[in-house]
């Protein structure tokens, strides 16, 4: 089975948990997800997340701690999810695969409809009380 590697940024801070709902040219459109992306050949997990925040939604993020990872089979393929918790140098207004971007505290969070591979990663940040 092939495997792919992906990473994805978690922004906290005191307005809540930054997420992004993926539009209608997409996979899995109008479920919420962490942004990121799949990495390229010889670029660290640091590099890609810099790189795919760039891109979509056209910022500068600091890289922080390692959180944690998440596994999914998609066709036939082995998705591991690694998840890293980042800070925006400024907060995105918009970007080119995602149609609605917010902040949620985490009474909010039980109406979003989630990404299925991100969805372990709010259980445990919600468990860890990483957010109010």
């Given at each position: 089975m092939k495997i792919i590697n992906v990473v994805c940024g978690i922004s906290i801070n005191d307005n809540g948990i930054f997420l992004a709902r993926l539009n209608t040219t997409k996979r899995n459109a109008g479920l919420w997800e962490f942004p990121g992306g799949k990495t390229h050949e010889l670029e660290t997990h640091q590099e890609a997340l810099v790189r795919e925040f760039f891109e979509e939604l056209n910022i500068?993020?600091?890289?922080?701690?390692?959180?944690?990872?998440?596994?999914?089979?998609?066709?036939?393929?082995?998705?591991?999810?690694?998840?890293?918790?980042?800070?925006?140098?400024?907060?995105?207004?918009?970007?080119?695969?995602?149609?609605?971007?917010?902040?949620?505290?985490?009474?909010?969070?039980?109406?979003?409809?989630?990404?299925?591979?991100?969805?372990?990663?709010?259980?445990?940040?919600?468990?860890?009380k990483l957010i109010n």
């Open positions: 500068d993020i600091q890289v922080n701690e390692y959180f944690m990872k998440s596994e999914i089979i998609i066709d036939k393929k082995q998705i591991v999810l690694h998840s890293y918790f980042v800070d925006f140098k400024t907060e995105p207004k918009s970007s080119i695969d995602h149609d609605l971007l917010g902040r949620f505290n985490k009474a909010e969070l039980s109406n979003l409809k989630l990404s299925k591979a991100d969805i372990s990663f709010v259980d445990q940040i919600i468990k860890n």
